[in-house]
């Protein structure tokens, strides 16, 4: 029997060989074309500026309807370079292919389980610009009645050297107020590196908690949102979050990190938002939940896994903390939110991978 | 018929599954066959059909077994004491040097690394640490990097002898003495390594890694773990820690820091010298040696997610350096003595590797 199933094995692909040629077989998928990291099963995010829409890159490219401040341009393979290459002191890291920046709904590669990754950002038009003359008015606030007045607490850190933000259009010379974009006096920047940061003492009223209490009208602003496409995972799989970052704590001088002054926590939640990408990439920025921002309160999307993680560190470090986040628990779960509950923090670079489809529970 | 099909073959190639999209006009072509076609499929267990709505991308699939048999775990003492992996007392007879990476090992043929030192034959322990049992089918082999025999003065990375500051026969670095080891290329002398087999008769594809790493770690300051305590302008926020180790993974047993970088392991430091600080000199906040406390055992737990990438097969917990081998007077400004890895640096105790 052995024998007669190998000839007529052998008989099959000599009588079916020259029919199925390659050029068939080289027509992929469509999903695998509109998303060419479909079979990468990892992805690795720096929170570097030039990976992320940030209000200076968008007076010179990539403005589109769909594109607002804070949005992923690009990400990275998780086998390449990590963070650190950016300071020239390790591998550089590994981009997935940027796509055609004419493309709204896919500014960037990655893989297709990663529907959208933004960060909430606070210094999102210049204030003393005209208003409805920039094309972010319409990623911003600037046009509620009470607008949010722009702030530098979450942001990307500009370089300590400049070159420093100029309004655009220019306004005429004499102008008044001074279209200066950044007073002087308060300092945009935590280190110059150029990675997301949140500040702590610059964040007052931008929360979405409470416009009043000082303290609380800085909490629950400066977090990340991961949405995920869950078309594109396996029912029973996982995902581990490996998210790289350091929390400061304001002493009297800021160069020194500890001191009796403020701490930093952060909060992992994962959420349930149905909401497709145009919808995600077009939402103003800040992204708080909250009548102050994405949602209101009486909208607010169900937090489905509460404080999985809670992240605080009494020693200020530049660490890695690993999360496993268990989609498999429930299949409305489409966002990670890494909520910013109070302090100063610095985010350098988040990995996911997918932990592998179960047929079984490990171990069984 | 739809008018379109996927044809899935599951086919096990070291990286998990194939998949082809046949299209229309392929599926014209394979209807001409006929008989054959339909017999291939019956001959061919693991083919599918699907209509083209269920057309999916497959980036993690089923292919070859998801979960093997044998040895879920085991544990390595990092101690070449009486009851350690690595007793007797003479390890390492020698300090590895470069050399061709040998047969069998991954990335045979492609270049030379540095090897460290295995465990004894009969240095591998069930989970409860004291029941000695075979190496598990799908380990190669763990090895620690040495810089040093032990028992040696000035030792960077060895098994510790009694000092002060010292822990004896367990595997510990001293930063104190790592100068000579800083820059990336001799850094790498500096690790941890576990080379797995990836045959999936003995390591299944859904099957991940839980590492488990009992250890001691200490800074300096507090207010060192990447921020600038001299004041001055920042340009890279791993040159100012006081010491830096990452989980690397990958494909050969090239240099660990030349593998891809997966996650930080130090920091956290769980102790440090002086509650804050500046500069190179211990201030007042610093604690008097005596009255030095040292840093407290901790368990830490890393998921290798080995699932989402069948090629890697070592897992690297790499020393890439720090402040202290840098500028070896910042380590000596603060008082730390020769072969001080409680004052800074790293003592191992244990290596837990579990299949989950």
């Not at chain 1, 968008?58 to 769909?66: D, G, K, P, R, V």
């Not at chain 1, 020693?315 to 690993?322: A, C, H, M, Q, V």
């Not at chain 2, 302008?233 to 791993?238: A, G, K, L, S, V």
């Given at each position: ?95 997935f ?38 094309q ?27 070159p ?15 279209p ?21 003492p ?12 000082p ?96 992240l605080?560190?009494p ?8 999360i ?41 | ?110 270049g ?81 390594r576990?080379?797995?087999?990836r045959?999936?008769?003995f ?58 970088p ?11 010298w ?31 997610p ?47 590797v579990?299949?989950?």
């Open positions: 029997m052995k024998t007669f199933s190998k000839l007529i094995f052998i008989l099959v692909l000599s009588g079916c060989g020259p029919s199925v040629d390659m050029a068939s077989f080289s027509e992929v998928p469509a999903t695998a074309v509109e998303h060419p990291g479909a079979n990468e099963p990892a992805v690795r995010i720096i929170f570097h500026r030039d990976s992320f829409t940030n209000l200076e890159d968008f007076l010179s490219f990539q403005n589109t309807s769909f594109k607002c401040l804070g949005d992923m341009t690009r990400s990275y393979q998780v086998l390449g370079g990590d963070y650190s290459g950016v300071f020239g002191s390790s591998l550089n890291p590994i981009a292919a940027d796509s055609d920046t004419g493309d709204d709904l896919h500014p960037t590669y990655h893989p297709s389980f990663l529907k959208h990754v933004s960060v909430d950002t606070t210094r999102t038009y210049y204030a003393e610009t005209v208003p409805a003359t920039l972010t008015d319409a990623c911003s606030k600037r046009a509620d009645s009470v607008p949010l007045p722009p702030s530098p607490c979450a942001d990307f850190d500009p370089p300590i050297s400049g420093f933000p100029a309004p655009s259009p220019l306004l005429p010379s004499g102008t008044s107020p001074d200066t974009p950044e007073p002087p006096s308060t300092p945009a920047d935590i280190n110059g590196l150029e990675f997301y940061r949140v500040r702590d610059w964040c007052l009223g931008q929360g979405s908690v409470d416009p009043i209490d303290e609380l009208s800085k909490a629950y602003v400066g977090g990340v949102n991961l949405d995920l496409d869950r078309s594109k995972l396996g029912d029973r799989e996982d995902l581990l979050m490996l998210i790289t970052y350091q929390s400061f704590v304001e002493g009297d001088a800021w160069t020194y990190a500890m001191g009796p002054g403020d701490f930093t926590r952060l909060r992992v939640d994962l959420i349930a938002t149905g909401r497709a990408l145009d919808v995600l990439m077009n939402r103003p920025q800040p992204r708080v939940i909250g009548d102050l921002g994405e949602f209101s309160n009486a909208l607010a999307p169900p937090i489905l896994v509460k404080k999985i993680a809670t605080e560190d020693f200020p470090s530049l660490k890695t903390e690993s496993v986040i268990p989609l498999s628990h429930n299949a409305l779960i489409d966002r990670i939110r890494i909520e910013r509950i109070r302090g100063t923090y610095q985010l350098y670079q988040i990995d996911l991978y997918r932990l592998g489809n179960r047929s079984i529970p490990a171990g069984s | 018929m739809p008018s379109g099909f996927t044809f899935q073959r599951a086919a096990q190639r070291g990286q998990g599954q194939v998949s082809v999209t046949v299209s229309d006009k392929s599926f014209v072509k394979l209807r001409l066959c006929g008989l054959p076609a339909l017999i291939m499929c019956i001959f061919l267990s693991a083919c599918e059909m699907q209509t083209a709505t269920e057309e999916t991308s497959v980036a993690l699939s089923t292919a070859g077994k998801e979960f093997a048999s044998g040895t879920k775990g085991f544990k390595v003492i990092l101690s070449d004491g009486v009851g350690g992996s690595f007793s007797p007392l003479v390890s390492p007879a020698v300090v590895p040097v470069t050399t061709s990476i040998p047969v069998g090992y991954p990335g045979y043929g492609t030379s690394y540095v090897p460290g030192v295995s465990p004894m034959a009969t240095g591998y322990f069930d989970l409860d640490g004291t029941t000695l049992i075979p190496k598990p089918s799908w380990i190669s082999d763990v090895q620690v990097g040495v810089t040093h025999l032990a028992g040696a003065g000035s030792a960077c990375a060895t098994f510790g002898r009694t000092g002060a500051f010292d822990e004896p026969n367990f595997y510990r670095v001293s930063e104190r003495d790592c100068a000579s080891y800083a820059s990336s290329t001799n850094a790498s002398q500096v690790f941890i576990i080379i797995l087999n045959d999936t008769a390591l299944g594809t859904q099957e991940n890694l839980m590492l488990q790493v009992e250890y001691q770690a200490r800074g300096l300051r507090a207010n060192s773990d990447g921020t600038n305590s001299s004041g001055g302008t920042i340009t890279n926020p791993e040159l100012a820690l006081d010491q830096l180790w990452k989980v690397f993974w990958g494909q050969t047993l090239l240099s660990g820091v030349s593998s891809s997966f996650s930080i392991f130090i920091p956290p430091n769980h102790a440090h002086c509650k804050s600080g500046s500069g190179s000199a211990p201030d007042a906040s610093c604690d008097a040696p005596a009255g030095n406390q040292r840093a407290p055992i901790v368990t830490r737990q890393i998921l290798i080995i699932a989402s990438s069948p090629k890697q097969t070592v897992i690297q917990l790499q020393r890439v350096g720090g402040r202290g081998s840098s500028d070896p007077n910042y380590v000596s400004g603060f008082g730390c003595p020769q072969d001080s890895p409680h004052c800074l640096g790293v003592v191992f105790r244990s290596l837990t579990l299949r989950i």
